[in-house]
């Protein structure tokens, strides 16, 4: 059975960091591009990161570009994102997804969620 676990998420001040983790099993994350999405109430799920198989590209939305930091290791099927200088419209249920390629947007399979609040 595919799990892929998130965690890391709460509540933080505005400025703050959070680390979000995602941690596979059932499969190898190293077959997959990995990707973190969100979706704040009311809204759309969008996007967030990307970082293909052995970790050489990365992609990320403008709204996130300088202040987050998606990064992987394989040996530990686990993915990251470092998320520096938050704000309070990053506040969402992030998401980890595993994609078959770096372009691809169809995505294999999806993670239960984090909550990640940014308030004072």
């Known amino acids: 059975q595919v799990q892929l676990v998130e965690s890391g998420g709460g509540l933080v001040q505005p400025g703050g960091s959070l680390r979000l983790s995602c941690a596979a099993s059932g499969l190898a994350v190293t077959n997959y591009a990995m990707s973190w999405y969100r979706q704040a109430p009311g809204k759309e799920r969008e996007l967030v990161a990307t970082?293909?198989?052995?970790?050489?590209?990365?992609n990320y939305a403008d709204s996130v570009k300088g202040r987050f930091t998606i990064s992987r290791d394989n040996a530990q099927n686990t993915v990251y994102l470092q998320m520096n200088s938050l704000k309070p419209e990053d506040t969402a249920v992030y998401y980890c997804?595993?994609?078959?390629?770096?372009?691809?947007?169809?995505?294999?399979?999806w993670g239960q969620g984090t909550q990640v609040t940014v308030s004072s």
């Open positions: 970082i293909s198989r052995v970790g050489i590209s990365t």
């Open positions: 997804a595993a994609r078959p390629s770096f372009y691809s947007n169809y995505v294999n399979f």
